[in-house]
């Protein structure tokens, strides 16, 4: 079992470029969870999707696109990269779409460079 | 929505000592509080976490403590060791709406060393 993947694992963009960011998994998890990680914030929620079909607003959701393609699959588009979308971005799956108590499990990452 | 403060940023310690980091949290209605562990350039894994009606829980030499009226719980970490070294996120459970989705939100990060 690969668990959960990311592709690319790292990324140079220049700012007005559009690029898709892939996340699949073979948990069978119902919910998965775009975040952004920045130097002393944390993880910080994009957007989610708490089962096929549905997907919603995270904290930070401006410039960024997302699609929940089938049930192992969640991308997240940058339509026209800039320089403040620059850093690492994980996506991460849970069992539960409604529980609130199950572990989060989360990609490798992708490390995006907007120039 | 919920709001994580976590303290500190930094922790450096000896090895052996423990080492205690604390977060708060802002929504009472918060139920589910995980401790995530990253090590340089790895993905953030699961350690330990508590849920809302369990004011205490140990799993070897780490433990978590839930102050659910203060709102604020910490993770404590005993003999530590050079491997302990990573950053350390707390986080906390929130709801949208009246629905809990399980969405996380997670503290600022402490970064602690173990030196030798």
């Known amino acids: 079992n690969a668990g959960v993947t990311q592709t690319p694992k790292f990324q140079v963009l220049k700012t007005g470029q559009s690029m898709t960011l892939q996340c699949a998994q073979d948990m069978n998890h119902n919910s998965m969870y775009w975040y952004r990680q920045d130097p002393g914030m944390g993880l910080r929620l994009i957007y989610y999707s708490a089962s096929e079909g549905t997907t919603d607003k995270g904290e930070v959701p401006n410039g960024y696109n997302v699609s929940r393609l089938n049930k192992r699959e969640f991308s997240l588009r940058l339509e026209s990269a800039a320089p403040s979308q620059t850093s690492v971005y994980f996506c991460?799956?849970?069992?539960?779409?409604?529980?609130?108590?199950?572990?989060?499990?989360f990609g490798p990452g992708t490390r995006l460079t907007v120039l | 929505g919920e709001n994580v403060e976590q303290h500190p940023s930094t922790l450096s310690v000896q090895e052996g000592d423990s080492a205690v980091i604390k977060c708060t949290y802002s929504?009472?209605?918060?139920?589910?509080f995980p401790w995530y562990k990253q090590e340089l350039g790895k993905r953030p894994q699961l350690i330990i976490d508590i849920r809302s009606n369990v004011g205490e829980k140990k799993d070897q030499r780490i433990a978590v403590t839930l102050n659910k009226t203060a709102k604020h719980f910490s993770l404590h970490i005993t003999e530590t060791q050079p491997e302990d070294s990573a950053v350390y996120f707390c986080a906390a459970s929130s709801r949208a709406g009246g629905t809990s989705y399980g969405k996380l939100t997670f503290g600022q990060g402490t970064i602690l060393t173990v030196h030798p």
């Open positions: 991460a799956t849970k069992q539960g779409a409604w529980s609130g108590y199950n572990e989060q499990f």
């Open positions: 929504d009472s209605a918060s139920n589910y």
